[in-house]
């Protein structure tokens, strides 16, 4: 079984380090893939958003299925373009199509597909260009603070919470006149939830689900969840809040709905649902949807999975997940994300790493890097996820950190206190 796994980031290095322990995998290319994706396997120099690009690696690697890590590709359609090519429509992809992938790329179908299958959310409006004025008025009827989202995909940007209204105006009219784009053509406005979030994940083929490990991310970047977001400083799993009851309600009142919402739309969902959740009073609420695995997320998620995670994937593609069998490790999992210096503004890339050697007890997962000159270098604004595990949510903690403080490059940076609010 040769496997291509489309992207660059964490998540991907991730989803490659597990596939590659499995006995029926053969061979593992990532595309484009970064330095530590370069050691599970082989690197190909391809834009997940290029299907021409795509098409030519599958063909000549002899790929027999591929596995889409970021949103992009799906919201554009790559599965419907392997379903509708001669030459590919036998490859199997994990990960929706574009149908099924508008669960992430418009907030506004999300959002009315909650309320129709009175799917616990937050109340809402959609607005355009034709309605600023009611949009206006719609936020004088709630309460601060503010959220408004642009409907479609805005590089994990395009959500903004403001304490203002004033504030809150100005952003609606930006969106509304270009500042994402298409994707803020429409904005979705609406209530804002108090409580602690995190993060729910499932794998489907369609009919039957099976629940990954769950897991609670920190988006700011500074310590005590203060400045900007960024797409992830850093994760924990478990969560020690959602306990059996919690999870129960989740199963009960949003994941099986869900499944049954994408059913009665006539949408046959093929991979990994992300569920972001918060947690009001004991009882979840959904405030988004993602179509594939999150990140930091995965980090933590996937060294949880102890069984053959193949196993999960092959049983997508048969329909046969419901016999499939997934344990899960009882230990925690703690990552820290190691940023370039000015991340999520500006940063510097090619800092040489080093001291990925001196790590121990952990997993080091790439997401901003590349080789030059057989040496690792920083490529992006996340650099690296530092994963360790734990018999405790403390242990864990320490692990991560101990292993953080080995590595080095030029302006690196982490948040010091992920994890202590738990």
Request: hydrophobic share 40%.
């Amino acid at each position: 079984m040769n496997i291509l796994i489309l992207g660059s980031g964490g998540r991907e290095h991730s989803i490659a380090w597990k596939l590659a322990q499995s006995p029926k995998v053969s061979r593992i290319f990532t595309g484009p893939g970064n330095a530590g994706t370069a050691d599970t396997g082989t690197n190909l120099p391809v834009n997940p958003e290029n299907f021409g690009e795509v098409k030519k690696a599958v063909m000549k690697n002899n790929i027999n299925l591929v596995v889409v890590g970021p949103e992009a590709p799906l919201v554009a359609g790559i599965h419907d373009f392997f379903i509708n090519d001669e030459f590919l429509r036998n490859i199997p992809v994990i990960g929706p199509d574009k149908s099924a992938a508008r669960l992430e790329g418009s907030k506004d179908f999300a959002k009315a597909f909650l309320t129709k299958y009175k799917i616990p959310t937050s109340e809402y409006r959609s607005f355009d260009s034709t309605n600023i004025s009611e949009a206006t008025g719609f936020l004088k009827t709630l309460k601060p603070p503010y959220v408004v989202k642009a409907d479609g995909l805005a590089a994990g940007k395009g959500v903004v919470i403001l304490d203002d209204i004033s504030s809150a105006e100005e952003e609606l009219k930006a969106m509304l006149s270009g500042k994402f784009g298409a994707a803020g053509q429409k904005v979705v406005i609406e209530q804002y939830l108090k409580g602690v979030e995190l993060s729910a994940f499932i794998v489907t083929d369609g009919h039957s689900y099976k629940l990954l490990p769950e897991a609670k991310d920190y988006k700011r970047v500074g310590e005590g969840n203060t400045g900007l977001n960024t797409g992830g400083m850093g994760a924990v799993s478990p969560v020690p809040f959602a306990d059996r009851n919690f999870m129960e309600k989740v199963k009960v009142r949003i994941i099986e709905p869900t499944l049954k919402g994408l059913s009665a739309e006539g949408i046959l969902y093929r991979g990994f649902i992300f569920f972001g959740l918060i947690n009001v009073d004991g009882d979840p609420y959904v405030i988004e949807y993602n179509a594939r695995l999150g990140d930091p997320e995965s980090e933590v998620i996937i060294p949880r999975i102890k069984s053959d995670f193949y196993e999960l994937i092959e049983g997508v593609v048969k329909g046969d997940l419901e016999s499939r069998v997934i344990d899960i490790d009882d230990r925690y999992v703690a990552t820290v994300m190691l940023v370039s210096g000015g991340y999520p503004g500006s940063y510097e890339k090619g800092k040489t790493v080093f001291g990925l050697d001196l790590a121990r007890d952990c997993v080091i997962f790439h997401s901003g890097t590349k080789l030059s000159d057989n040496k690792v270098i920083t490529s992006g604004g996340r650099v690296l996820a530092v994963s360790a595990w734990g018999n405790t949510i403390k242990e864990a903690i320490e692990g991560a950190y101990k292993n953080a403080r080995r590595v080095s490059f030029d302006n690196m940076y982490y948040r010091t206190d992920i994890g202590f609010d738990l």
